[in-house]
């Protein structure tokens, strides 16, 4: 009677340890796809802004059956957002390439600039008018990720208050003409070039086609702007 139940325990230490082998590959392998996504998401996302931790939100079933040696690839699908999903190319035990989806939790924190006084609407943002800082991802974090470059030389669209983190849509780029801004416009008949004195009728960076008012002419046209004194006609109106 003994001996039978020595062979039971024995057999229910074997089944254990057993247990705790699969458990441990399956949590290796889990964290070798983990490290491989977020190596393939920081190629999306700058790692010197963006600190993220990875977890598991969805793997299929045929993973459970293969080494982290059998993973050959992981890259991103679509958008980066907080359930990402991703494509993983592993081997089988035939040595036949197979593609998978796995959709992974995205949480972390992301460098920001916040305004250190406030910035009046109009404002050209200097590097002295910001600060550094950090906040925790928000759903829709990769279109809120915005680089020093640029913000610097940009141009506040409305106020905004000290200690604010400024958002892509707080600023734009300054426009090279403003709206009403006296412009020559270059049309070409023939062999001769005409200049026009006009007036554009909004805001234009260069190479823009704007509508462009030749009160003289009593006449509009649309004019690809060149510089800020000069555009070139493109249709007569």
Not at 36 to 56: C, G, N, Q, R, W
Not at 167 to 183: D, E, R
Request: aromatic share 6%.
């Amino acid at each position: 009677m003994k001996t039978r139940f020595s062979h039971i325990n024995i057999l229910i230490s074997l089944i254990l340890i057993l247990s705790a082998q699969n458990r441990l590959f399956a949590n290796d392998l889990e964290v070798q796809i983990l490290k491989l996504s977020k190596e393939a998401i920081h190629t999306v996302l700058d790692e010197s802004v963006f600190e993220l931790y990875l977890e598991k939100k969805w793997f299929p079933s045929q993973l459970n059956s293969i080494s982290s040696e059998s993973i050959v690839s992981v890259n991103v699908i679509g958008n980066i957002k907080t359930y990402s999903n991703l494509s993983i190319l592993f081997l089988d035990k035939n040595q036949t390439p197979i593609e998978k989806q796995i959709q992974v939790k995205i949480t972390g924190r992301m460098r920001v600039y916040t305004a250190k006084k406030d910035l009046q609407r109009g404002t050209i943002i200097e590097a002295e008018h910001m600060n550094e800082s950090w906040i925790s991802l928000g759903s829709n974090f990769e279109k809120n990720w915005i680089q020093l470059n640029d913000l610097i030389g940009s141009e506040t669209q409305n106020t905004i208050k000290a200690g604010r983190v400024i958002h892509l849509h707080n600023v734009k780029k300054p426009v090279l003409i403003k709206k009403g801004q006296p412009i020559e416009l270059h049309k070409r008949s023939g062999n001769l070039e005409l200049v026009i004195d006009c007036v554009t009728e909004s805001d234009a960076n260069k190479g823009e086609t704007v509508l462009i008012n030749c009160a003289n002419l009593r006449k509009k046209y649309l004019g690809q702007i060149i510089s800020d004194t000069k555009a070139v006609w493109r249709k007569s109106l």
